[in-house]
């Protein structure tokens, strides 16, 4: 019977206290970004100098908290108040927050935390705090070397980012694109990594060749893109890591269009020869080889569902370019996409419900979504040029790129990574610091 | 008296109809006089239909063979302009026998990137079927697409794009 009663007791009490907890709902569009203070990270004087000795920069502790900041602005969903308006101090925060002060700033969150020297490494602890509720709702610390004080940044957020809402993060990702420079009858393209944020910007290749649509393994720092090296259109990999780079659809005829499979061990992509494109698979293990499509017409812009069982894809079978799904054995196939226009560079969202796409109507791009089976179709943003959408790992955000009209000269090119929520909201310019095309978003780097 | 009226009015007003629709019509006409003139003043010697058919960008590979042919809107047939061309370039290739190509294949830029690198392939294959039938051998002729990568043209217009939807043979050696 006491046992009962406890049960009973738990039951009533677990839910309520969930619901007294703040939430972000990120499945509609956020016109009111909730409110939280990011207090800087607090920081003794003796960790202080090591690591403005270690990492140049007078106090990581607030630069941390800047990264957060800008990383839950970003996302659309969170508005950080003004620093200055902070009454408490970040190491007395910290330990206890005076949640009236907090409350008096309207802040409905609260992130405060610790960084500290410790052995050569880098010791974060945070604190995330529901400040209506007076209530901790995450505390966490780990340890890191110092040049990973960014990640620490964006770590951080991902945790704050899935307490609040439910879902994981984006933040400690990368994004690989491709560079651009020159005029537009003679581009150089490069390959480009950066931060999910912009930050630490590296160009991966020289410009000698032309470079095009590199694609992130979601399982490792593995890329596949395709080079025009020795004027020989063809599929390579690329380890980010150790720069070795190796070509893996060496036929005779334009090997493109490629991508990993869900588990990182094959690569889907097409094959040109005689005027035809179909889709093949290649097994990095054994280099076994796969045709997959057999059909006159042209068949490309592969992509699996995150299970691996079916494949989405481009096809001008129906005489025009349409959206078609298929099992991946190639048996199936079936045309889903029938609204008015053509459609292109279907991507399979990572979770699984959608397939993001580029529409071709009416002289105008749009990027879109609509549900597998083609149902539900709904487009995001209009513009004279964009296409190749790019899935965020939790499928919140895509990443695409746009290309502006030239003027009567043939002037004014440019060309840019975009983003914008499933929602259709919080559509916002990546900054890079050339042109840039064919973004590709990494897994989440860290768990 | 009432229908009568009604009748009056009627006509008064079918009369006022025709009015306007005499007017309108003549109005319509004197667009489509005005608008058939501009637009066959664009297109004699720039395009027929969308298909480009003027000289600006074409380079030869001899006196009198023209280096290049161009494509309808997601289309890879060649158009009557393209087939003489492309005899041009056959005969010019069987009587210098040593000579090897590549085919370039290209797209305008409203299209995506992997489906343009597709239709590029598409269209320098077509090039490269109608030299075949006129005697040149295949492992003579190489293919390469460039998709959307390489316009000859970088204006945002229908002028400019028909000049880059084009198949473009190269002398390789």
Redesign the interface.
Known sequence: MKIVIKIIFLLIIIPSKSFSLIEVDITRGNLDPLPIAVSPLSIDENSRQNFEKILKKKNIGEEISKIIEVNLKTSGLFNPLNKDAFLQAPDIANLKPRFEDWNLIKAQALITGKVSYLDEKLRVEFRLWDVLAGKEMVALAFTTVPTNWRRVGHIITDKVYQRLTGEKGYFDTRIIYVAEEG?????IKKLAIMDQDGANNKFLTLGNE?V??PRFNPTSQMVTY?SYFR?L?RVYLLDIETGMQEVVGDFPG?T??PRFSPNGKKIIM?F?K????EIYTMDLENRIVEKITNHPS?D??PSFSPDGKFICF?S?RSG??QIYVMKSDGSNVKRISFGKG?Y??PVWSPRGDLIAF?K?HK?KFYIGVMRTDGSGERLLTEN??Q??PSWSPNGRVLIFYR?T??D?K??G?SAKLWSIDLTGYNERMVKTPTDAS?PSWSSLLSN | MKKLRIRNIDQGAIMKLNKILKNTLLLVFACFALSACATSKKTTGQMQGDVYTGTDTVEYLASGVPDRVFFAT?E?VLTTASRETLRKQAAYLRKNSKITIVLEGHAD???????N???G??R???A??YLMTYGISSNRISV???GK????????NPL?WSKNRRSVTVKAN
């Open positions: 005029p537009k009858t003679k581009r032309l095009l649509t395709l004027n259109p334009m493109f269009a097409s040109a005689d005027g035809n494109s042209i490309t812009s481009n001008d025009y370019q053509l292109g560079t580029t071709l002289g004279f040029y296409e190749a290309e009209e030239t009567d043939g002037e090119f064919d | 997601n890879s830029e409203r299209g995506t990137r992997e489906y690198l597709a239709l392939e598409r320098a294959n077509a490269k079927d390469l697409s460039y990568e390489r316009p000859v043209d970088s204006g945002s400019a």
